[in-house]
């Protein structure tokens, strides 16, 4: 027996000796392909045991290993690496966040999930891809971005709102802007100006986008019923960065550069041709009774009759015919624009940080105005006990935006006198001093006097408490948020010249609003593995939003003297306003994911939502969702693909909402704003309608999202149908009521369209990679209900250049068609009946008329470009819409061939292409000294198309070798320009093809190109 156990003791110290033989020491160094930092906390395991190692605060690490091993290097949230260990000592290794691999986490505001188990469609945008754009507000970056996701600028002024239209048009008169919902809490978003004169204010401004992990674009009910009576437009979720453990990375950026419009606009008129115009506007008008019939006589006819045609081209003249450039004196040539950004992050056991403070400015690209954002964020985490954590995101920001008169054809707006002000009026007396007997308000004066300006801070502040429970898997969480915002805005027009001058004796006018807004969540989560792969994820939520808003309002005018801005200094206070509104909403949400070994996967959402917009009837709505998913890939019969990743198709189907209305609207309501002889009286106010509910909308999403070939092709193809119903329609009341119309639940209305998603890999080297992405999304948008009156007929919604109509877009383009110009008389013909009936020169006997399509563009894309050389990077992106059609809003001042373009204003130099004699082929009808109505037709409605290079960046990521000898940890320049080309369809389009969601062009400012330098320093 002795022997026996000697004999096992030798075997066993004689196998050690072999297998130490066979092991060796290996070790590395794990850093993040994210920043190039050592990567602490990486756990090193050898593949189907548990012997490993995990690296330090330097992300280095050691262990023992043999030949023939797998060393597998895993961190939540990167992607897991696993490497033969071969005839290696040393193996460095670089993780990659799960974002780049093709199985991404979503993130959906209230859940998370991988890529594969995400049931609905949903795109998601990383922060570094929106980091160091040159735009104020973080939407603008989103464009060609994301397919079915249509964005454009209501202005291209820094700060301004824009407009993002997720798969069409939900509704008519309800609102259609998405939701926004950030780390988890929905928000309110919008315009923030109380001014519809000036610039609008973007409430998404007061964020910075060097603060932001990401943006995921909900777009069907699967992902966006969890937000019920809000997600019928679709969701934008924005997540804030957060601290990672491990020793602190610090980050430095700064960018300036300049800024042009990216479009000029339609040219103007010279002084001569002005004044040559003119003389033909006499000699057809007055020449044959008068008898003459050239230009020097009309000129002679003109001067001998002061009185009736004035005396601004004798003067002109007798001056020696100066020209101004009103353009080129209104333009802020090479605005200048700055942005710095500081930022540290990192953490240790049991917390982690992110703390970052921001400075933008930014000038705009006409004359008086800029913007100006404070930013500041301190993010926190931390684990209280082994049971609860602490989550706390701060952001606090200041913003000012000098706007201008932009939001109508106001004339002391610098982008209106631009257009409208006469190249032979000067901008300078001899003297220098400012010429201000103009016809227009002398814009160089407006903007050194006047005052139009937007002051908002802003402090988001959310906290959570998590609580793991003592039932494994079981946690609760309780947060709390709160979005307090203190606006101001002022305005003040000087005494002396433009809209303050005369009996007003200069005007004065400012608002002060506070906004809260309290969102409180309580949130179970639990979590079932069940044998056989069967794996359960439940959510509760209890969630209550409570928005209060105070407004304080006053205006004055006969200023004590000039210069006092203050409405302390105004001799006649003439109004005080001031009013309280607040509404909520509570809901109940529940969520079930379930996922069976990764094959199957289903969702089941139901909310129970109610608003105080609503009577207490009917305050209360169920919005729910079906979604399921099946990863083709992952069936046994694949197992052999191996050039398929993925390939899952996806549909989904559910009911969301839209309660986007005025408040108590279901309320029979008085008004007491009025007062009777100096005291105060009431009026009816509001009709009410105690019927009044939700707006909702039933979607149907069906897909398939694939990865190819080790991931180098992915993307997804999509088709999407969504009916609206109960729409919140205005409907009109007899005036026997003693109201124009009422609320009502009336009308449907139905999205559908396709969506394809492709990425490509079209090379990928260690030195050397190359990248394309593409989306394209159409959108075809119908009215198939609307009200019946007491005789049994539709009740169209119609003005003067649009309709609602059932079997027609929503707001359809519909007026007169323009039928060209007579070459015998030079008379503008318009068709009676639409194009194919007979003619008339009589405008008033035109027809309205379908003129087909809408302002919502049919089809939009996205192009997106990377290529990398050892260090050196270069991207582009590029945007298209197209199968819209937009409208020349302000044509009657600056493209009309009478008194308005010749005498008054400024005429386009388009004009020029006018008929003349019989037989002229043009555009553009004869001159005559008259001043039309206002004529809209369709001559003045374009093609939308465009395609726009959105971004172009060329720059330097300095290798380690370099940076290492410097001290520092990463460092990259760059140059980046955006808006740098833009392509228009239609050679009649003049002013820029990007315009608001209504589908108008005016007098606001054009997106701005911008050529930018910046530097990145991580330390």
Same mark, same amino acid.
């Not at 196998?15 to 920043?35: F, H, L, M, R, W």
């Not at 969520?591 to 305050?619: P, Q």
């Given at each position: 027996?002795?022997?026996?156990?000697?004999?096992?003791?030798?075997?066993?110290?004689?196998?050690?000796?072999?297998?130490?033989?066979?092991?060796?020491?290996?070790?590395?160094?794990?850093?993040?392909?994210?920043?190039?930092?050592?990567?602490?906390?990486?756990?090193?395991?050898?593949?189907?045991? =548990?012997?490993?190692?995990?690296?330090?605060?330097?992300?280095?690490?050691?262990?023992?290993?043999?030949?023939?091993?797998? %060393?597998?290097?895993?961190?939540?949230?990167?992607?897991?690496?696993?490497?033969?260990?071969?005839?290696?000592?040393?193996?460095?290794?670089?993780?990659?966040?799960?974002?780049?691999?093709?199985?991404?986490?979503?993130?959906?505001?209230?859940?998370?999930?991988?890529?594969?188990?995400?049931?609905?469609?949903?795109?998601?945008?990383?922060?570094?891809?929106?980091?160091?754009?040159?735009?104020?507000?973080?939407?603008?970056?989103?464009?060609?971005?994301?397919?079915?996701?249509?964005?454009?600028?209501?202005?291209?002024?820094?700060?301004?709102?824009?407009?993002?239209?997720?798969?069409?048009?939900?509704?008519?008169?309800?609102?259609?802007?998405?939701?926004?919902?950030?780390?988890?809490?929905?928000?309110?978003?919008?315009?923030?100006?109380?001014?519809?004169?000036?610039?609008?204010?973007?409430?998404?401004?007061?964020?910075?986008?060097?603060?932001?992990?990401?943006?995921?674009?909900?777009?069907?009910?699967?992902? =966006?019923?969890?937000?019920?009576?809000?997600?019928?437009?679709?969701?934008?979720?924005?997540?804030?960065?957060?601290?990672?453990?491990?020793?602190?990375?610090?980050?430095?950026?700064?960018?300036?550069?300049?800024?042009?419009?990216?479009?000029?606009?339609?040219?103007?008129?010279?002084?001569?041709?002005?004044?040559?115009?003119?003389? *033909?506007?006499?000699?057809?008008?007055?020449?044959?009774?008068?008898?003459?019939?050239?230009?020097?006589?009309?000129?002679?006819?003109?001067?001998? #009759?002061? $009185?009736?045609?004035?005396?601004?081209?004798?003067?002109?003249?007798?001056?020696?015919?100066?020209?101004?450039?009103?353009?080129?004196?209104?333009?802020?040539?090479?605005?200048?624009?700055?942005?710095?950004?500081?930022?540290?992050?990192?953490?240790?056991?049991?917390?982690?940080?992110?703390?970052?403070?921001?400075?933008?400015?930014?000038?705009?690209?006409?004359?008086?105005?800029?913007?100006?954002?404070?930013?500041?964020?301190? #993010?926190?985490?931390?684990?209280?006990?082994?049971?609860?954590? +602490?989550?706390?995101?701060?952001?606090?920001?200041?913003?000012?935006?000098?706007?201008?008169?932009?939001?109508?054809?106001?004339?002391?707006?610098?982008?209106?006198?631009?257009?409208?002000?006469?190249?032979?009026?000067?901008?300078?007396?001899?003297?220098?001093?400012?010429?201000?007997?103009?016809?227009?308000?002398?814009?160089?004066?407006?903007?050194?006097?006047?005052?139009?300006?937007?002051?908002?801070?802003?402090?988001?502040?959310?906290?959570?408490?998590?609580?793991?429970?003592?039932?494994?898997?079981?946690?609760?969480?309780?947060?709390?948020?709160?979005?307090?915002?203190?606006?101001?805005?002022?305005?003040?027009?000087?005494?002396?010249?433009?809209?303050?001058?005369?009996?007003?004796?200069?005007?004065?006018?400012?608002?002060?609003? #506070?906004?809260?807004?309290?969102?409180?969540? $309580?949130?179970?989560?639990?979590?079932?593995?069940?044998?056989?792969?069967?794996?359960?994820?439940?959510?509760?939520?209890?969630?209550?939003?409570? $928005?209060?808003?105070?407004?304080?309002?006053?205006?004055?005018?006969?200023?004590?003297?000039?210069?006092?801005?203050?409405?302390?200094?105004?001799?006649?206070?003439?109004?005080? #306003?001031?009013?309280?509104?607040?509404?909520?909403?509570?809901?109940?949400?529940?969520?079930?994911?379930?996922?069976?070994?990764?094959?199957?996967?289903?969702?089941?959402?139901?909310?129970?939502?109610?608003?105080?917009? +609503?009577?207490?009837?009917?305050?209360?709505?169920?919005?729910?969702?079906?979604?399921?998913?099946?990863?083709?890939?992952?069936?046994?019969?694949?197992?052999?693909?191996?050039?398929?990743?993925?390939?899952?198709?996806?549909?989904?189907?559910?009911?969301?909402?839209?309660?986007?209305?005025?408040?108590?609207?279901?309320?029979?309501?008085?008004?007491?704003?009025?007062?009777?002889?100096?005291?105060?009286?009431?009026?009816?106010?509001? +009709?009410?309608?105690?019927?009044?509910?939700?707006?909702?909308?039933?979607?149907?999403?069906?897909?398939?999202?694939?990865?190819?070939?080790?991931?180098?092709?992915?993307?997804?193809?999509?088709?999407?149908?969504?009916?609206?119903?109960?729409? %919140?329609?205005?409907?009109? %009341?007899?005036?026997?009521?003693?109201?124009?119309?009422?609320?009502?639940?009336?009308?449907?209305?139905?999205?559908?369209?396709? *969506?394809?998603?492709?990425?490509?890999?079209?090379?990928?080297?260690?030195?050397?990679?190359?990248?394309?992405?593409? $989306?394209?999304?159409?959108?075809?948008?119908?009215?198939? *209900?609307?009200?019946?009156?007491?005789?049994?007929?539709?009740?169209?919604?119609?003005?003067?250049?649009?309709?609602?109509?059932?079997?027609?877009?929503?707001?359809?383009?519909?007026?007169?068609?323009?039928?060209?110009?007579?070459?015998?008389?030079?008379?503008?013909?318009?068709?009676?009946?639409?194009?194919?009936?007979?003619?008339?020169?009589?405008?008033?006997?035109?027809?309205?008329?379908?003129?087909?399509?809408?302002?919502?563009?049919?089809?939009?894309?996205?192009?997106?470009?990377?290529?990398?050389?050892?260090? +050196?990077?270069?991207?582009?992106?590029?945007?298209?819409?197209?199968?819209?059609?937009?409208?020349?809003?302000?044509?009657?001042?600056?493209?009309?061939?009478?008194?308005?373009?010749?005498?008054?204003?400024?005429?386009?130099?388009?004009?020029?292409?006018?008929?003349?004699?019989?037989?002229?082929?043009?555009?553009?009808?004869?001159?005559?000294?008259?001043?039309?109505?206002?004529?809209?037709?369709?001559?003045?409605?374009?093609?939308?198309?465009?395609?726009?290079?959105?971004?172009?960046?060329?720059?330097?990521?300095?290798?380690?070798?370099?940076?290492?000898?410097?001290?520092?940890?990463?460092?990259?320049?760059?140059?980046?320009?955006?808006?740098? %080309?833009?392509?228009?369809?239609?050679?009649?389009?003049?002013?820029?093809?990007?315009?608001? =969601?209504?589908?108008?062009?005016?007098?606001?400012?054009?997106?701005?190109?911008?050529?930018?330098?910046?530097?990145?320093?991580?330390?």
């Amino acid at each position: 027996m002795k022997k026996m156990i000697g004999l096992f003791v030798c075997l066993f110290i004689i196998g050690s000796q072999i297998v130490n033989a066979q092991s060796k020491q290996i070790s590395g160094t794990v850093t993040s392909a994210e920043d190039g930092m050592g990567m602490p906390g990486v756990s090193v395991v050898i593949k189907g045991t =548990t012997i490993g190692a995990s690296t330090d605060i330097d992300g280095k690490y050691s262990l023992e290993a043999q030949a023939s091993d797998i %060393l597998m290097f895993s961190f939540v949230g990167m992607v897991t690496q696993e490497i033969t260990v071969g005839d290696q000592t040393v193996i460095n290794v670089v993780l990659e966040s799960e974002s780049i691999g093709v199985d991404e986490v979503i993130v959906t505001g209230y859940t998370a999930h991988r890529k594969s188990e995400v049931t609905g469609s949903t795109v998601q945008v990383k922060g570094e891809d929106l980091a160091d754009m040159p735009v104020v507000s973080v939407d603008q970056a989103l464009q060609g971005r994301v397919a079915g996701v249509a964005v454009s600028g209501a202005s291209g002024t820094p700060g301004s709102q824009q407009k993002i239209r997720i798969r069409g048009r939900s509704s008519i008169t309800a609102g259609n802007d998405p939701l926004y919902v950030i780390d988890g809490v929905p928000m309110v978003d919008g315009n923030v100006s109380t001014s519809t004169a000036t610039s609008s204010l973007s409430m998404l401004a007061t964020l910075n986008s060097n603060d932001i992990e990401s943006i995921s674009i909900l777009k069907d009910a699967s992902a =966006t019923a969890a937000y019920g009576a809000r997600g019928a437009n679709g969701v934008v979720v924005i997540t804030t960065k957060s601290g990672k453990s491990g020793k602190a990375n610090i980050n430095f950026s700064a960018t300036y550069g300049i800024s042009n419009d990216a479009t000029d606009g339609p040219g103007v008129l010279k002084g001569a041709d002005r004044e040559m115009l003119f003389y *033909e506007s006499l000699i057809n008008t007055y020449g044959k009774k008068y008898k003459f019939s050239d230009q020097e006589g009309a000129r002679n006819f003109y001067e001998s #009759n002061p $009185n009736a045609f004035g005396t601004d081209y004798v003067r002109w003249n007798a001056a020696g015919r100066p020209e101004t450039d009103w353009a080129k004196l209104i333009t802020n040539d090479d605005a200048p624009m700055q942005e710095y950004n500081l930022s540290a992050s990192g953490g240790g056991k049991g917390y982690n940080y992110y703390i970052s403070g921001g400075y933008l400015k930014q000038e705009a690209t006409v004359i008086g105005s800029e913007f100006e954002r404070i930013s500041g964020s301190v #993010n926190l985490d931390v684990d209280l006990s082994p049971s609860f954590k +602490f989550s706390t995101k701060n952001t606090g920001s200041h913003s000012y935006q000098d706007g201008l008169l932009e939001g109508s054809a106001y004339f002391s707006s610098p982008r209106a006198v631009k257009f409208f002000m006469p190249s032979i009026t000067p901008a300078y007396n001899e003297d220098g001093s400012y010429n201000l007997d103009t016809d227009l308000p002398n814009p160089l004066f407006i903007a050194e006097q006047d005052i139009d300006e937007n002051r908002l801070t802003r402090i988001l502040t959310n906290n959570s408490l998590t609580w793991k429970t003592p039932i494994e898997n079981l946690t609760f969480t309780t947060r709390m948020n709160i979005d307090y915002q203190v606006y101001h805005y002022k305005t003040y027009d000087n005494p002396i010249s433009g809209d303050g001058d005369g009996a007003t004796r200069g005007y004065g006018y400012q608002t002060n609003r #506070n906004r809260a807004n309290y969102v409180f969540q $309580n949130m179970v989560d639990y979590s079932l593995e069940l044998d056989g792969g069967h794996d359960f994820d439940f959510k509760v939520v209890q969630e209550f939003q409570k $928005n209060r808003l105070y407004f304080l309002a006053a205006e004055a005018d006969n200023f004590s003297d000039v210069g006092l801005t203050n409405l302390n200094s105004a001799g006649n206070p003439t109004t005080a #306003n001031a009013w309280f509104t607040d509404w909520s909403v509570a809901s109940y949400l529940g969520m079930i994911h379930y996922s069976y070994n990764g094959k199957y996967v289903a969702d089941i959402t139901y909310r129970r939502e109610g608003s105080s917009r +609503f009577s207490a009837d009917n305050r209360w709505g169920n919005f729910w969702a079906l979604g399921g998913a099946w990863n083709i890939n992952r069936e046994d019969f694949m197992a052999n693909m191996d050039q398929i990743d993925m390939l899952k198709l996806r549909a989904s189907y559910g009911k969301t909402g839209n309660a986007n209305i005025g408040l108590n609207q279901y309320q029979e309501l008085l008004n007491f704003d009025a007062d009777y002889a100096g005291e105060g009286a009431s009026y009816a106010g509001t +009709f009410g309608n105690q019927e009044l509910t939700w707006e909702t909308s039933y979607s149907l999403d069906l897909g398939i999202d694939f990865g190819l070939f080790n991931n180098r092709i992915s993307g997804s193809i999509g088709y999407y149908f969504r009916e609206t119903q109960d729409m %919140l329609l205005d409907e009109p %009341l007899s005036l026997t009521t003693g109201f124009s119309s009422q609320t009502r639940n009336i009308g449907k209305m139905e999205n559908k369209g396709w *969506e394809f998603e492709l990425n490509a890999d079209i090379i990928r080297s260690n030195d050397f990679n190359v990248s394309l992405g593409a $989306n394209v999304g159409t959108n075809k948008n119908e009215v198939t *209900e609307l009200a019946i009156d007491d005789n049994g007929v539709e009740r169209n919604i119609t003005d003067n250049t649009t309709r609602v109509a059932t079997g027609h877009p929503v707001y359809g383009w519909y007026m007169p068609t323009w039928a060209g110009v007579d070459p015998d008389t030079g008379n503008e013909l318009w068709y009676v009946d639409g194009e194919g009936s007979e003619t008339t020169s009589n405008f008033n006997d035109a027809n309205q008329v379908w003129q087909g399509g809408s302002a919502i563009p049919k089809i939009t894309a996205g192009l997106n470009l990377h290529v990398d050389y050892k260090g +050196f990077f270069m991207d582009a992106s590029a945007y298209y819409a197209g199968g819209h059609k937009v409208y020349e809003e302000w044509h009657r001042y600056t493209n009309g061939t009478d008194v308005f373009s010749v005498l008054y204003y400024q005429g386009v130099d388009k004009l020029l292409d006018r008929w003349q004699k019989p037989g002229d082929q043009t555009r553009y009808g004869k001159f005559e000294y008259t001043g039309r109505p206002w004529q809209r037709h369709s001559k003045f409605l374009y093609d939308g198309d465009y395609i726009r290079l959105k971004d172009l960046s060329v720059g330097y990521d300095f290798n380690k070798n370099v940076t290492d000898a410097i001290g520092i940890g990463g460092l990259r320049v760059y140059v980046r320009g955006t808006n740098l %080309l833009t392509w228009v369809k239609d050679d009649n389009l003049d002013y820029d093809p990007e315009v608001d =969601t209504d589908g108008y062009t005016g007098m606001t400012t054009p997106p701005a190109k911008s050529f930018i330098f910046g530097v990145n320093l991580k330390f």
